[in-house]
């Protein structure tokens, strides 16, 4: 196991609605990256924080945004929810730069 | 832009058969990382190597093999001997250089591999 945790692990909303989901980062790790993985794909990267500054994005719209606190933990906010959003949410830690180590993940349905 | 193809979507083996699973990549980047992660049933993405594109030497790790050749733009990653607990879907995937380390992860679509008693 890394060490990298997420919450919650199942969540189900509707059309709309606004989601948080939070990541806890593994021991030393002071980087946050988020992933999006549609079912039979691979993960597609959403944005990292480094220091709590968003250090890179990917192609996901400003609906999509996060956080990262001062003990690296992180939050991947999600307004106006699609249905197009339903995934798997993952979640990656690392040094600046270095090898990401994955969560669990938070599966999302949205109806 | 970079790319990474994984052309084989499922694989079944039968246990102790060897089975390769490739990946094909593209970057115009001189310096990159290439990657392998496993992904069982839990969902979880769990991390097996890292190389970076200077480092071409093979390498082995119990069962697990990987051969990196820049001319063909492959790594290709197999096990040996192979076993039902190595049943996943694997990853490749591909990071751009940001001064000497490593940025976000370009990941292919994903091998099935299923291992049949």
């Known amino acids: 196991e890394t060490g990298v945790t997420q919450s919650p692990t199942h969540l189900i909303k509707t059309r709309g609605q606004q989601v948080t989901l939070r990541c806890s980062s593994q021991s030393g790790h002071n980087t946050v990256s988020w992933y999006q993985q549609a079912l039979g794909q691979g993960p597609q990267f959403i944005f990292q924080?480094?220091?709590?500054?968003?250090?890179g994005r990917g192609n996901f719209p400003p609906r999509f945004s996060g956080l990262q606190f001062p003990n690296y933990s992180s939050e991947l906010n999600v307004n106006a929810l699609e249905l197009d959003d339903s995934a798997l949410y993952l979640c990656?830690?690392?040094?600046?730069?270095?090898?990401?180590?994955f969560g669990p993940g938070t599966r999302l349905l949205v109806l | 832009a970079q790319k990474v193809t994984q052309a084989q979507t499922e694989i079944s083996v039968v246990e102790k058969e060897d089975v390769t699973l490739d990946c094909v990549y593209e970057?115009?980047?001189?310096?990159?990382?290439l990657f392998w992660y496993k992904q069982p049933p839990s969902g979880e993405l769990v991390f097996l190597i890292r190389?970076?594109?200077?480092?071409?030497q093979n390498e082995i790790s119990g069962r697990y093999s990987w051969n990196f050749q820049k001319s063909t733009s492959s790594f290709n990653f197999t096990i040996t001997a192979s076993q039902v607990v190595d049943s996943a879907v694997y990853f490749c995937a591909l990071s751009e250089n940001y001064g000497g380390s490593q940025g976000n992860l370009i990941f292919g679509k994903g091998t099935k591999l299923s291992v049949k008693p």
């Open positions: 924080y480094y220091r709590e500054e968003e250090n």
């Open positions: 970057t115009r980047d001189t310096t990159y990382y």
């Open positions: 990656a830690t690392s040094g600046f730069r270095e090898t990401q180590y």
């Open positions: 190389r970076n594109s200077f480092d071409e």
